[in-house]
C-alpha cells in the first residue's frame, strides 16, 4: 500500500558526506517502522538503521556516530545522512517498511524500494 523511491546517490570520497532519501507515496511513512538496509557485491544485506513508529532507533555498529536517520514528515520523506564516509560503505541502499512490530529482521519490512548506489573512494 506504500512506495518507496530512494534517491540521492552518487560518488563521494572518503571521509565527505552523503545523503539520500526514501519519498513514499499511497501511505504515511510515520505510520511504518522505516529502515535503511545495504547490500554490497557478494554479501548478505545487512540493516544499516532503523526507526519506529514509535521513534525508537536503531544503529549498526558499523555506522553509529556517523550516520543519522530522519523524517519529513511534510514531505513524507526518510532521509539518511551519511558523514564520514568510508570504502566499506560503499553498497546499494535500500529504504524499506514495515507495518507490523519493530524488529531488526529483514522479514520485518514489507516494503521495499528500487535502491540506490553509494560508492566511496579513498
Known amino acids: 500500500q506504500v512506495q518507496l523511491v530512494e534517491s540521492g546517490g552518487g560518488s563521494v570520497q572518503a571521509g565527505g558526506s552523503l545523503r539520500i532519501s526514501c519519498a513514499a507515496s499511497?501511505?504515511?511513512?510515520?505510520?511504518?517502522?522505516m529502515a535503511w538496509f545495504r547490500q554490497a557485491p557478494g554479501k548478505e544485506r545487512e540493516l544499516v538503521v532503523a526507526?519506529?513508529?514509535?521513534?525508537?532507533?536503531y544503529y549498526a555498529d558499523s555506522v553509529r556516530g556517523r550516520f543519522t536517520i530522519s523524517r519529513d514528515n511534510v514531505k513524507n520523506t526518510v532521509y539518511l545522512q551519511m558523514n564520514s564516509l568510508k570504502p566499506e560503505d560503499t553498497a546499494v541502499y535500500y529504504c524499506a517498511a514495515g507495518s507490523g512490530i519493530f524488529t531488526r529482521t529483514i522479514n520485518a519490512y514489507n516494503y521495499w524500494g528500487q535502491g540506490t548506489q553509494v560508492t566511496v573512494s579513498s
Open positions: 526507526i519506529a513508529r514509535s521513534d525508537i532507533l
Open positions: 499511497g501511505g504515511s511513512s510515520s505510520s511504518y517502522n
